[in-house]
């Protein structure tokens, strides 16, 4: 005989499965949704070429470009071209206003100057000048303290020159002469095009004080260069041999700085 007990229990049973089946189909359908979405974005096509290349039937293509595009997350262009729409716009824009890049940086740079015993520092630019952004001391008797909010003409540090490695040879013309003489002796053209290709400045700097800096840029998700971090001393700490050592170190912590910005190609 089924009791009154037995059968509320049954029913419970029964509301709990309709419930996980119910759940399961609604994540289903939100990461259909968010595939989707990624690839209109990355690769703008029709509803029936997003469909075929995302392997989903043309119905539900259809019903998930419609949802997303009443929320303002997709939009429809000439020929019928499916593309971002203004709401991913607008949380851009908000995600960039809430990122706290040095927040971000700090324990790269903190990791930086522990594994090198050398000050580490990231500053961004403004105009033709580098600004400071974040020290973090090494363990060195002699260092280099260049404190937040210092200004410095791009080409006359190496992390300036970090910040100038997608610019124009005309642009490094230009620069370089705004900077004080002993910053423009050498083949710095050659020096810059080799910092392009290792993707990492190894700077010498002049007499008097031969501060000495390996520097790397950081990119945010659009590969742009929106920062820049560095290990900086006096020659005595930094030897040529120093600095080739360290190279991957600062392209590892730039590349994890930049994965923290959306920038998912390796560094």
Not at 24 to 33: F, H, I, M, S
Not at 36 to 44: G, I, K, M, Y
Not at 191 to 208: D, F, I, K, N, T
Request: proline share 4%; hydrophobic share 45%; charged share 25%.
């Amino acid at each position: 005989m089924t009791t009154i007990a037995s059968a509320r229990a049954d029913a419970a049973d029964d509301a709990a499965e309709d419930t996980g089946r119910t759940a399961k189909a609604g994540t289903q359908t939100l990461d259909r949704g968010l595939d989707l979405l990624e690839l209109a974005v990355r690769e703008s096509g029709t509803v029936l070429q997003l469909a075929q290349r995302s392997g989903l039937s043309r119905a539900i293509a259809y019903r998930l470009v419609g949802s997303l595009a009443a929320r303002g997350f997709l939009a429809t262009g000439p020929g019928g071209q499916v593309r971002g729409g203004r709401q991913l716009l607008r949380l851009k824009h908000l995600v960039q206003d809430q990122t706290d890049l040095v927040a971000l940086a700090r324990p790269q740079l903190e990791w930086l100057a522990q594994e090198s015993g050398l000050s580490a520092f990231m500053g961004r630019r403004e105009g033709d000048e580098s600004v400071h952004m974040l020290r973090i001391a090494g363990a060195e008797r002699v260092a280099v303290i260049t404190q937040p909010g210092t200004r410095r003409r791009l080409a006359e540090t190496g992390l300036g020159k970090a910040l100038l490695l997608d610019e124009t040879e005309g642009s490094w013309r230009r620069l370089f002469g705004q900077a004080a003489e002993p910053h423009r002796q050498g083949d710095w053209p050659a020096q810059m095009r080799a910092a392009v290709e290792r993707g990492v400045v190894l700077q010498c700097g002049p007499a008097p004080d031969h501060i000495h800096s390996v520097a790397a840029p950081v990119r945010d998700a659009a590969g742009r260069i929106v920062a820049a971090i560095n290990v900086a001393a006096a020659a005595p700490y930094l030897s040529a041999t120093r600095m080739d050592e360290l190279a991957p170190l600062l392209r590892t912590a730039a590349a994890a700085i930049g994965e923290a910005l959306g920038n998912m190609k390796p560094g």
